[in-house]
């Protein structure tokens, strides 16, 4: 007899118990996208390509990001550094690199693979569309941009004439290749240059 008294009165009251002690509390409604909160500073977001400080980019075509990808999202194509154009400082780089974020399930594998702290995630984390294809990123939108100082490649390496010194990290001065380079860097009447 209790049994029924209890199922009949105080469990349907008890299955409303949460919507009772919520439904007088202030709503919290997040105003997106007119007031944007900023993300935790370690926010997995898209995707970007880094450069050495002379411009070089630092990706070497290794395909390491690609092979650690669990969601097969990045394809890389690296090829072979010349004399007349360098990419990168050191052999190879990576001539084609894309990132599919139909697939991509923003991990951050692909940043613990990268030998060279090439590939970083960015707390950009507005990535929706309404192409398909416009979700699928070419190394032109993944390339981090060129700050002051630095030169578009292909160009020499301007840090140091051994490429070891880019991979070791060191904070060398930058040494024109050529003075077509130097120009480029420093131009005639650039300001801090002496008179």
Request: aromatic share 10%; proline share 9%.
């Amino acid at each position: 007899m209790t049994n029924t008294v209890r199922e009949t009165l105080w469990d349907p009251i008890a299955g409303f118990g949460v919507t009772f002690r919520t439904m007088f509390k202030k709503v919290v409604t997040e105003q997106y996208p007119f007031e944007k909160v900023p993300t935790a500073p370690r926010f997995h977001g898209r995707h970007q390509l880094n450069r050495w400080p002379d411009g070089l980019e630092k990706c070497i075509g290794c395909e390491l990001c690609a092979w650690a990808c669990p969601a097969d999202a990045i394809y890389v194509e690296g090829a072979s550094n010349t004399e007349d154009e360098r990419f990168s400082p050191g052999e190879r780089y990576g001539r084609v690199y894309q990132i599919n974020y139909l697939r991509c399930i923003l991990c951050g594998l692909c940043i613990e693979a990268c030998p060279t702290r090439a590939l970083t995630m960015t707390n950009e984390y507005e990535l929706a569309d309404d192409n398909r294809a416009d979700l699928i990123y070419e190394k032109s939108d993944l390339l981090a941009p060129l700050l002051p100082g630095m030169v578009e490649p292909p160009h020499e390496m301007l840090i140091s004439d051994d490429h070891h010194d880019y991979y070791k990290g060191k904070t060398l001065p930058l040494l024109p290749a050529d003075p077509a380079a130097d120009a480029k860097v420093n131009p005639p009447g650039a300001p801090g240059e002496d008179s």
